[in-house]
């Protein structure tokens, strides 16, 4: 009996010394320390020895079982720690490596015009406010008063897609939305820059689709000089602390009386220059008293108050600022063009 005691041992540590996973393992501890396995198998003949017998078998096999248990024991710390290290290998981390870079991104010269724009505007106390871009003939037109069938439509080419139905041609519509929302007469000091469509041919100076900004104010006792202390107020933020401006006469149906601004050239200081076509001034935007008709027919009565409005075309204002000088530059997505606003802060 003894002698079967340490052949089990031997047998046991020897496969024990080939293992390596836990799988196999677990395997060889039911097979030699199992409820199951061989030395449980042994100890049952236990019974049968004669009575002065058992305790030397009993220590037999107690140090038996001890040497296989501490070996069972030490394998599986092996296979623990060899564990442990084949995780750390997998996770680990070489701070060596040169890092992915994540080059910053630039802001689209529109987008940071628009931005400037609100600034400036929201310095001056007013909200922006926006639209729908696909619009009703009546706010793009006749809330305007564009009467039917008036020639001045025919200015803007117009995509239509009913009826009355189009793509707004400029963002003057949403004066006459917010006129006809706000409560009658209450004042209204707004800019809204946006997207509008016209049926042109695209080349260096025009395109289907553009962007605008435009600015109402409505109170009491609004009046021309402050039309044109708004916009001085504006170029001077916008081109510097000297910027001069003239205002010239001109026509739109919703403004009475209607001017356009310029300011003096921002490349050659109003010496002549290209960009100028040698006068001094560069035009930047419409502008006029509202006409009493589009605050009549928006809820307000131009008897109690009046007001002011502007609208300018903001790659108009972007080309001049950054020298641009092809409008598609702005759409075509070239990131050629675009890298070169990278870290720019107008
Ligand atoms: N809506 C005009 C256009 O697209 C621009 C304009 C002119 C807007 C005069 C105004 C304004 O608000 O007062 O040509």
Excluded at 35 to 46: I, P, W, Y
Excluded at 82 to 94: I, K, N, P, Q, S
Excluded at 209 to 218: D, K, P, R
Aim: net charge negative.
């Amino acid at each position: 009996m003894e002698e079967r005691l340490q052949d089990l041992q031997r047998r046991a540590l020897a496969e024990l010394a080939r293992l390596d996973g836990a799988g196999p393992l677990e395997d060889w501890r039911i097979t030699f320390l199992g409820k199951k396995g061989e030395l449980a198998e042994v100890l049952r003949g236990m019974g049968a020895l004669p009575a002065d017998r058992r305790p030397a078998v009993g220590m037999v096999a107690n140090r038996v079982r001890d040497a296989l248990e501490a070996g069972y024991a030490a394998q599986r710390e092996l296979a623990a720690r060899a564990a442990d290290e084949a995780r750390e290998r997998a996770e680990a981390v070489d701070v060596t490596l040169p890092g992915r870079r994540n080059p910053p991104g630039a802001e689209h010269p529109l987008q940071r015009v628009i931005r400037r724009l609100e600034d400036i505007f929201v310095g001056l106390g007013f909200t922006v406010a926006d639209g729908p871009e696909v619009e009703l003939d009546h706010y793009n037109f006749t809330a305007l008063n564009f009467p039917p069938e008036h020639p001045a439509r025919d200015m803007q080419d117009t995509f239509f897609l009913t009826g009355d139905l189009l793509l707004r041609t400029h963002t003057s519509p949403v004066q006459a939305r917010t006129l006809e929302r706000s409560a009658p007469n209450s004042p209204l000091r707004i800019i809204v820059p946006g997207r509008v469509y016209r049926r042109d041919d695209d080349d260096a100076t025009h395109s289907h689709a553009f962007t605008q900004c435009e600015g109402l104010v409505v109170g009491r006792g609004v009046r021309m000089s402050d039309l044109k202390g708004t916009l001085l107020a504006f170029a001077r933020a916008m081109y510097g602390g000297d910027q001069q401006v003239r205002l010239r006469p001109s026509f739109f149906p919703f403004t009475e009386p209607s001017a356009e601004l310029d300011v003096r050239c921002i490349h050659c200081g109003g010496a002549g220059c290209a960009t100028c076509k040698q006068t001094g001034w560069i035009e930047i935007l419409g502008c006029g008293m509202v006409h009493p008709n589009v605050l009549r027919m928006n809820g307000y009565d131009p008897a109690q108050v009046s007001g002011f409005a502007f609208g300018m075309g903001v790659e108009r204002i972007a080309m001049l600022l950054y020298r641009v000088e092809d409008i598609r530059d702005f759409y075509v997505n070239d990131l050629r063009f675009l890298r070169q606003f990278a870290g720019v802060v107008l």
